[in-house]
């Protein structure tokens, strides 16, 4: 039985100057388990220490597994297309209204890059990350000289699953917390439908480039299939863990500070409860629905003990 893991362009990362293959998976199931810590369980710690450590677990995790799937030069094209392209759209939405509608944010997300905060960026990146993989499972892989319709509908598949991330965010950040703010409201618990369409265009942009670089410059198809199942397992369960936190919201009865009744910019008045709830619906059923999918699918790829093997 191999010790080994491979990078998806076959190299393995035993006896190269990567770290073994036992440390690399080590690190990013801790990354997830810290992740599922912060997200599912109810700490005494203020909200914005358990955001920020959330984060960094996930942009920690993204990074590792994105190096092994797409190498370091990959992933970091990636890394730079989110943050990129996020900051400018976000931007020019925060500016003009044009593709979200109307809004802006407030401090509660701390430092911000022109008019968005610095932690937007790194966490279109991470979950962005988390959608992606879970798109390529769905459908297939974009690899280096593979099929035009696939690096076309895994963008836009990806896309849809990581909106499906932001019905369950954006009515509790925005609406509940004062995060942003919408200033002409929205029928979807204060959200506007433009949010989610901007959205929709923001990753697609992402992905579609992504993908075509990865048709000219990626690892080939072969190389995917090399791949450990178990290693593959891993984008589904981190983004699984993403939506537990506002199942887990919904259940222990939403967060400190929020109180019952909330106003939102336009002075419509919601029930926090509602909010949470919605959430957590979302989340099982959007969320977690695509997520059961990915690993239905990924369970009929196995086709016996052909592939590697992890430690």
Do not use: C
């Not at 006896?15 to 700490?43: E, K, Q, S």
């Not at 106003?263 to 419509?268: E, I, K, Q, S, V």
């Not at 629905?289 to 790829?301: D, S, V």
């Amino acid at each position: 039985m191999s010790d080994s893991v491979q990078l998806a362009d076959g190299r393995d990362l035993r006896g190269t100057a990567d770290r073994p293959a036992r440390p690399v998976f080590v690190l990013m199931w801790l990354a997830v388990g810290v992740d599922a810590v912060a997200n599912l369980i109810p700490l005494p710690v203020p909200g914005s220490l358990v955001t920020v450590v959330s984060l960094l677990m996930e942009l920690t995790f993204a990074l590792v597994h994105g190096a092994l799937a797409y190498r370091w030069r990959g992933i970091l094209v990636f890394l730079a297309l989110a943050l990129v392209i996020s900051n400018v759209i976000e931007d020019i939405g925060v500016l003009t209204g044009v593709p979200f509608g109307h809004y802006h944010y407030t401090d509660e997300l701390g430092p911000k890059l022109f008019e968005v905060p610095v932690l937007i960026g790194p966490a279109y990146f991470a979950v962005g990350y988390m959608a992606w993989f879970i798109a390529t499972i769905l459908l297939r892989p974009v690899s280096r000289s593979g099929r035009l319709s696939t690096v076309v509908g895994t963008p836009v598949v990806a896309s849809f699953v990581m909106v499906a991330w932001d019905l369950a965010l954006d009515p509790s950040s925005a609406t509940l917390r004062g995060r942003w703010v919408w200033e002409d409201g929205g029928g979807y618990f204060g959200v506007p439908l433009t949010n989610f369409l901007g959205w929709s265009l923001t990753v697609y942009l992402i992905y579609q480039l992504f993908a075509l670089y990865l048709y000219r410059w990626g690892p080939d198809a072969a190389g995917f299939q090399r791949l450990d199942t178990g290693y593959r397992t891993m984008p589904i369960v981190a983004y699984v863990v993403v939506a537990g936190d506002y199942v887990a919201n919904w259940l222990t009865g939403g967060h400190d500070g929020v109180p019952p009744d909330v106003t939102d910019a336009t002075g419509h008045l919601w029930r926090a409860a509602d909010v949470y709830e919605s959430s957590a619906l979302t989340a099982i059923y959007g969320m977690i629905f695509l997520a059961l999918l990915a690993a239905l699918r990924l369970i009929g790829q196995v086709r016996g003990p052909a592939r590697v093997v992890r430690p």
